[in-house]
Each structure stands twice: as C-alpha cells, then as structure tokens.
T-cell receptor, first 109, second 116 residues
Framework: KNEVEQSPQNLTAQEGEFITINCSYS?????LHWLQQHPGGGIVSLFM???GKKKHGRLIATINIQEKHSSLHITASHPRDSAVYIC???????????FGTGTRLKVLA | DTGVSQNPRHKITKRGQNVTFRCDPI?????LYWYRQTLGQGPEFLTY????????KSRLLSDRFSAERPKGSFSTLEIQRTEQGDSAMYLC??????????????FGPGTRLTVL
C-alpha cells in the first residue's frame, strides 16, 4: 500500500462542474501539499496545509489531521484547469515529499 | 528569473553513456532535493542536501547514481552507464528550512532523460 493514495486517478468533467480530488496518507507529516503539473513537467504549488481549510480563487483545500485525509475542490471548473493534480506530504524530520500518483483532470468545454 | 533552474531540459543518450544534470536552486535556499518521475506516476524521492551535506539517499539511487552540492549552491546528478530504465523526468526542488517554516519546496522545470 502506498503511503499517499489519491482518487480518482482520472477525471473528466464538463466546464462549470464542481470537482473533488481526494488524498489519504498513512505517515506522520509536517504538512500536506497540493501541486499542479502541466504537460511538459513543471510543478506548481497550489496549497500547503497543516490544518483546516484554505481557499484561493476557485480552489479550496481541506485537511482532516485525525482522519489523515485531504480534499482539493475546484468550483466552476474550466478547460484551463486541465492538468495533473498531485497530493504530496512532507515527512516530519527530513521534510522530503512523498507523492501520490496524481489525478489527471480533463475539463471539457 | 529567480526560480529553480535545471539544465539541460532534455537529454537523449545511448545506453551505457554517462549523463550529468545540473540544478540551480533559489539563491537563499539551504535545502535541495532530487526526485525522479516516470510516465504516469508521481515523483519519487532520490536524495536531498542541506547546504553541502547529502543527508539522505533513497534505495532507488543505485551505485550508478551520484549527486553533489559543492559549496552548498548548485547541485549535479550524474548517472553512469545509463540503462533504459533510467528514462524519466528528473526534478529538482529547493527550500529554506528555518525555525518557523514548513519547508515548502519550489520545483524546477525538470530534465527529461531518454535512454535509447
């Protein structure tokens, strides 16, 4: 079992739909990160969470430390949101990231 | 541009050749990480440095791989006697680890290696 599990692996949505991507982890963490990766490889940090909820524009991220679970929500999805969304956790002590396998999102116009 | 840079962006090599990649972190960052990402997978940790000291190496890093960070600035990752299984995107990230930080990492654009 991977230490960081994401679901779904692939997601296709119509423009305007509300999208949820889930992440569960099984290790002790100092923080959880949601990252976005576009074709070509560049990774951009969307959120860093240690508790509660954060919002940035149409993106919302939540974390439940007790349940070791986080969700990324996209409201009013748009084709430009199409990308791979990766959940990563930073490990207490080393702070290295352990990544989920990513969720490939495609938003259709 | 003051972000993390990596060179080259793409490298095609023949099996058995040696390759070296370079990563230039954000200037004030004291930590530097290398990750490897194969197609359709999330990145996997390879190694990390705090200043010039290499503090951890993954079991993924065979004897053919070596990484250095002389003077605690840029870092190089060398792969000797490349194999087709080494084909992947090699990602570098840097961060500043201080007393009041969660160590957010900033990623470079990656070096895509293809071994023929």
């Amino acid at each position: 079992k991977n230490e960081v599990e994401q679901s779904p692996q692939n997601l296709t949505a119509q423009e305007g739909e509300f999208i949820t991507i889930n992440c569960s982890y099984s290790v002790g963490i100092s923080a959880l990160h949601w990252l976005q990766q576009h074709p070509g490889g560049g990774i951009v940090s969307l959120f860093m969470l240690s508790s509660g909820k954060k919002k940035h524009g149409r993106l919302i991220a939540t974390i439940n430390i007790q349940e070791k679970h986080s969700s990324l929500h996209i409201t009013a999805s748009h084709p430009r949101d199409s990308a791979v969304y990766i959940c990563a956790v930073s490990i207490v002590g080393t702070y290295k990231y352990i990544f989920g396998t990513g969720t490939r999102l495609k938003v259709l116009a | 541009d003051t972000g993390v840079s990596q060179n080259p962006r793409h490298k095609i090599t023949k099996r058995g050749q040696n390759v070296t990649f370079r990563c230039d972190p954000i200037s004030e960052h004291n930590r530097l990480y290398w990750y490897r990402q194969t197609l359709g997978q999330g990145p996997e940790f390879l190694t990390y440095f705090q200043n010039e000291a290499q503090l951890e190496k993954s079991r993924l890093l065979s004897d053919r791989f070596s990484a250095e960070r002389p003077k605690g600035s840029f870092s190089t990752l060398e792969i000797q006697r490349t194999e087709q299984g080494d084909s992947a995107m090699y990602l570098c990230a840097s961060s500043f680890l201080g007393t009041l930080t969660y160590n957010e990492q900033f990623f470079g654009p990656g070096t895509r290696l293809t071994v023929l």
